[in-house]
């Protein structure tokens, strides 16, 4: 009989030591298991890590070799990296179910009992012994990394409620009472943000690490724990709160450095992948690779930017946040107005800041400006930077002056004094009315793209005036509802009247004092 290939029916119909014995059962080292599992899923050409974007060809691979190596692993870098992922995606190489002693709080293995109570029921009842099969997913552990992470929590102590329990002596191995690391025992045990772990605690794990085994207060007790190890930190100079002791960093196996996506392509698939876009949502509004890429443009420029702190990173939660609320933007805009249906705008772009002020760690400078501010800025550069993607750059027409300049006429119509409100909260109706009042504005859209259909050359036609609002050829205002868009020369000679009425009676008084 050969155990190996045993469907889950015929496994589960094993209940007896001797049964399993029958079977052909022998034991596996949990990383021997995680390895035979990846050499079979490799040969196979399967995916190994699904829904991991952009690491194929660097942290996979690292991970890939420290599994083949039987390694423990910690995954080093900036938060929003999928390393907690990551690491819960190691389940997927275990085997669906494995035999445990019935009752055992170790998860132990019936032909290698680690417990005093699985040795006792073996010795007790032999091959009658009963056995119980723990599925794969009871066999992840997941520890966030806290000050407050006692050597209790993580290894175990005497319980004292237990030795009156069980009228035993405190001398008995059996008043222990295990930590969350040995009943994890043959199972893959995750520390997350082990830079957090106070330096005394992480002490706790260096035999653990190295020999195996644990040692709860005077218990001579040797318990050779088999288990995976995985850490996740952020690199130690994120913060000042800790770092990890040099000596736990020796045992660790595999330090692997993880990474954000290095292309605006993977990180749009990331974000459609985590976005939680509602089903009614998805139906309501519709929406384009342009705006995909604004949104991912502006975590590019935030992890670039003299503003934000480079250390802390800027996670891809940012990007998920901010399509999240652009798409609940036009779906309030749409319920407000009555439509069933709408199509993404750039004020819905813009109406995701507060998706992005939370999600970005600010420097000296950047307080001083104010997370706001900051994160308008951060979105101005993204439409400045893909503007140059879909239009002509108008500082290369400035030089350029024997080429005719396609924005003359959008320019001439704000340079007469007009001006146009694009509401954030307008209708369709309204929406098309206030971009049609700029003469040659269409005309650039349609021209440069052709092919478009009317919907998107709408939102080409608003991007475009954001665009040369970026450039410096007209202004851009900020209002209560939206945006105002009107010419450079007349915003910068128009001063703000920070009193309203109150201002304006005052300035009338002043030249009566003079008469």
Not at 268 to 280: H, L, N, S, V, Y
Not at 456 to 483: D, K, Q
């Amino acid at each position: 009989m050969a155990y190996t290939k045993l469907s889950t029916t015929e496994l589960q119909s094993i209940t007896t030591l001797g049964d399993l014995k029958k079977a052909g059962y022998q034991p596996r080292s949990v990383k021997q298991e995680l390895r035979d599992n990846l050499i079979a899923k490799l040969q196979a050409k399967e995916d190994v890590f699904p829904g991991i974007f952009g690491y194929e060809e660097t942290v996979i691979p690292d991970l890939q070799r420290a599994i083949l190596s039987m390694h423990h692993i910690n995954l080093l870098g900036l938060r929003g990296q999928a390393k907690t992922r990551i690491a819960r995606l190691l389940v997927e190489l275990l085997d669906e179910y494995i035999p445990v002693v019935a009752g055992s709080e170790l998860n132990d293995d019936p032909l290698q009992p680690l417990s005093v109570y699985a040795k006792h029921l073996i010795a007790e009842k032999g091959d009658a012994t009963p056995v119980s099969w723990m599925h794969r997913s009871d066999r992840y552990t997941e520890k966030l990394a806290t000050p407050d992470v006692s050597v209790a929590d993580l290894i175990g102590d005497a319980d004292p409620i237990k030795a009156a329990t069980l009228k035993l002596p405190y001398s008995d191995e059996r008043v222990i009472h295990f930590g969350l690391i040995p009943r994890s025992h043959r199972g893959i045990f995750v520390i997350n943000e082990l830079p957090d772990l106070q330096a005394r605690i992480q002490v706790s794990l260096f035999n653990i690490l190295q020999e195996g085994d644990i040692q709860i207060r005077g218990f001579k007790v040797r318990l050779p724990l088999d288990i995976q190890f995985v850490f996740t930190a952020n690199p130690e100079d994120y913060t000042n709160r800790g770092s990890i002791v040099t000596p736990l960093k020796d045992r660790i196996d595999s330090q692997i450095i993880t990474h954000y996506p290095k292309s605006i392509e993977i990180g749009k698939r990331i974000t459609r992948q985590e976005a939680r876009i509602k089903e009614a949502q998805d139906g309501m509004v519709t929406t384009n690779e342009i705006v995909r890429d604004l949104v991912e443009q502006v975590a590019v420029e935030a992890r670039a930017s003299e503003f934000v702190d480079a250390k802390s990173g800027v996670s891809a939660r940012l990007t998920i946040a901010a399509y999240e609320s652009l798409i609940s933007a036009a779906e309030r805009r749409a319920l407000i107005n009555g439509e069933k249906k709408t199509y993404v705008r750039i004020a819905d772009f813009i109406a995701a800041v507060p998706a992005v002020t939370g999600k970005v760690e600010l420097v000296y400078e950047g307080e001083q400006e104010g997370a706001g501010l900051v994160a308008e800025k951060l979105m101005g550069k993204a439409i400045r930077t893909l503007f140059l993607t879909y239009f002509p750059d108008p500082d290369k027409q400035k030089k350029k002056k024997t080429i005719p300049n396609p924005y003359k006429e959008v320019q001439d119509w704000f340079g007469a004094g007009n001006t146009v409100d694009v509401l954030s909260d307008a209708s369709d109706k309204d929406y098309h009315k206030a971009l049609e009042q700029v003469p040659g504005l269409r005309n650039i859209v349609t021209f440069l793209h052709p092919n478009e259909d009317a919907e998107t050359t709408w939102f080409l036609m608003e991007f475009c005036l954001h665009g040369l609002a970026e450039h410096s050829l007209i202004s851009r205002n900020r209002v209560t509802a939206g945006t105002q868009f009107k010419d450079l020369l007349s915003s910068m000679f128009t001063m703000p009247s920070f009193g309203g009425d109150e201002d304006e009676d005052d300035e009338e008084e002043k030249p009566r004092k003079r008469r």
